[in-house]
DNA sequence: GACCAGGCACATC
DNA sequence: GATGTGCATGGT
């Protein structure tokens, strides 16, 4: 089996075992921008409770969060950790995307993923993971995900090199899958899945959907 | 109480 | 360019 048919056939495995996904978990695009600045090195339920009192605050959208004070958005979110680093990693990416979109993810989402990319990029505190979340999952672009959990369940199952770095992962998907934002999204979710289930640092692989695959018995 | 969680920027060598 | 460190809450 080529390397492709082998990633289709982890996909389908995945897919039979966890069925449908829907990420990604937010209401808007705004939403899930927060949530991917949120969310970094930090598990889904402490982002929900920020979440929920940033919703609650009334001041989840781009317009009221760019002008609410730092300190103030800093306790917002403190259930999520980092809340001194992330509250001015949000405050600079929302008052980047109002400057350039005026807060419309339509329009930003109507952009050429390549440049835009770049555009994100270079918002401080906002890197090549937190920023291929917000074009694939918050706009809609065909920009493959990698995390931790994409390293380490390549790694493992012998598709990459431990050693390969960020771009290099994301290559790697881009050469053996067709380029759509609808597998792209599943794709993520289930590697994401898999990994707080099955793959984790020390335990491993009990009943994981990809345990028939082949894989390496020592720790990466 | 240690370890881990859907990273990132910055310092230092 | 590689490697190390600070950031912080909350669940297991």
Redesign the pocket.
């Known amino acids: 089996m080529d390397t492709a048919a082998t990633l289709t056939a982890m996909h389908q495995a995945m897919g039979r075992h966890f069925g449908p996904l829907h990420?990604?978990?937010g209401e808007t695009p705004f939403e899930v921008m927060v949530?991917?600045i949120l969310?970094?090195?930090?598990?889904?339920?402490?982002v929900e409770?920020a979440i929920g009192n940033l919703k609650a605050a009334g001041v989840l959208a781009p317009h009221a969060l760019d002008a609410l004070e730092r300190q103030a958005l800093a306790e917002l979110i403190?259930?999520a950790?980092?809340?001194?680093?992330?509250s001015l990693r949000l405050k600079a990416y929302v008052r980047w995307f109002v400057a350039r979109f005026d807060g419309d993810a339509a329009a930003m989402a109507a952009c050429d993923w390549r440049g835009l990319r770049e555009e994100v990029l270079s918002v401080?505190?906002?890197?090549?993971?937190?920023?291929d979340?917000i074009l694939l999952?918050g706009c809609g672009l065909p920009v493959f995900v990698v995390?931790?959990?994409t390293w380490r369940i390549l790694s493992r199952h012998l598709l990459i090199n431990p050693e390969d770095d960020y771009e290099a992962i994301q290559q790697f998907f881009r050469d053996h899958l067709p380029a759509e934002v609808a597998l792209y999204n599943e794709y993520h979710a289930q590697l994401?899945n898999v990994?707080?289930a099955f793959c984790?640092?020390?335990a491993r692989c009990a009943g994981c959907p990809l345990e028939s695959f082949e894989h390496r018995a020592d720790e990466v």
């Open positions: 990420w990604w978990p949530g991917a969310t970094q090195n930090t598990s889904w339920k402490n409770k403190r259930p950790g980092y809340y001194n680093v992330k401080k505190g906002v890197g090549r993971e937190t920023a979340s999952y995390d931790k959990y994401v990994g707080k984790r640092p020390t």
